[in-house]
Every structure is written in structure tokens, then in C-alpha cells.
Nanobody, 126 residues
């Protein structure tokens, strides 16, 4: 069982930046592909981006490209989402999710991921 805990959310003005962290307890994250999703009330989970278990590969939703960067530090058992040039439409609860690397490459579907954190709220004011 992988326990994930997100942190770093908060209130920021449009154009500002935030860095979210996702820390793991219970098991090392080095054998998991990781992803970030976000969700607003009444809507489905929206894929933000993902990073492979080694960090060698990343992928992003079009809405995140050029503004968000996912990275990981396996020695610290932590994955990060650096968000810049934030927009009001980025307001959501952000979740990190994990998929065991032995199960193959992870895609943008939330169903690809077995373990989820509790989420952290990001609010961008205009």
C-alpha cells in the first residue's frame, strides 16, 4: 500500500506560482509512475501531467504545457508539480496518483492509477 500526501496548495493571484509536493509513506516511490490530476466540484478528474518511475519521461496536458513542470526526487520519496503563470481556470483540488511501473506505461486516465492522495486545494484569484 502506498500512502500519498499532497501539500503546497493555497491561494495565489493570477500570474503567480506554486509548487505542490507529493510525499509517500509506506513504500518507495521509485518503482511507481506518478501523475497529477485536478478536479473541480461536479466535474471529472482532469489529467495534468505524469512522470515515469525514473523521471526520464514526462507528459503534460495541453493546458499545462509550458507552464507546469513535474519532477521527482526518489531519494526523498517525493514528486513535485511546479506551476507558473497560474490562471483562474487552474483553480481545483490537485491530486497525485501512483501506478506500479511493472503494470506498464501509465496514461492520462485516472483508472490507470491505483493509489491516490487526499488532494490539496489550489485557488487562483483574478
Amino acid at each position: 500500500q502506498v500512502q500519498l500526501v499532497e501539500s503546497g496548495g493555497g491561494l495565489v493571484q493570477a500570474g503567480g506560482s506554486l509548487r505542490l509536493s507529493c510525499a509517500a509513506a509506506g513504500r518507495t516511490l521509485s518503482t511507481y509512475h506518478m501523475a497529477w490530476f485536478r478536479r473541480v466540484p461536479g466535474k471529472e478528474y482532469e489529467f495534468v501531467g505524469a512522470i515515469s518511475w525514473s523521471g526520464a519521461r514526462t507528459s503534460y496536458a495541453d493546458s499545462a504545457k509550458g507552464r507546469f513542470v513535474i519532477s521527482r526526487d526518489n531519494a526523498k520519496n517525493t514528486v513535485y508539480l511546479q506551476m507558473t503563470n497560474l490562471k483562474p481556470e487552474d483553480t481545483a483540488v490537485y491530486y497525485c496518483a501512483a501506478r506500479f511501473y511493472g503494470n506498464g506505461v501509465a496514461g492520462p486516465s485516472p483508472n490507470d492509477y491505483s493509489f491516490w492522495g487526499q488532494g490539496t486545494q489550489v485557488t487562483v484569484s483574478s
